[in-house]
């Protein structure tokens, strides 16, 4: 069903928010949810979390200028059929959203 591979990247420590990064991010992580939420009522559930669909609009509006936590991803990454082959791709774009959500500078290797 996923056809992306997670690519190797690495994540810096920073004290902003890259804001074109993350709008970038914001747009990739939307498209990989909308192409799964109809094999998945987890993704679909996902798409409609209010935290994470915020975060993302404001993302991609670059409004959002200090780090911030999105929280309870644990439970997305964990407890839901997220964590199964079928969707490497969209949770390596949920990490690479949420770490540079956090202030961290997502590097690609």
């Known amino acids: 069903m996923d056809d992306a591979k997670p690519t190797g990247y690495r994540v810096i420590g920073d004290a902003n928010v890259d804001k074109i990064?993350?709008?970038i991010l914001a747009v990739n992580l939307e498209q990989s949810l909308d192409k799964h939420r109809t094999f998945s009522p987890d993704v679909a559930r996902l798409a409609e979390y209010a935290p994470l669909?915020?975060?993302m609009r404001r993302a991609e509006e670059q409004m959002?200028?200090?780090?911030?936590?999105l929280g309870n991803l644990g439970y997305w990454l964990f407890e839901t059929e997220l964590s199964g082959p079928d969707f490497v791709g969209l949770i390596d774009c949920l990490i690479k959203f949420?770490?540079?959500?956090?202030?961290?500078?997502?590097?690609?290797e």
């Open 98 to 108: 949420d770490q540079c959500l956090k202030g961290w500078r997502v590097i690609e």
């Open 21 to 23: 990064r993350l709008r």
């Open 53 to 55: 669909k915020d975060a």
């Open 64 to 69: 959002i200028d200090l780090p911030e936590e």
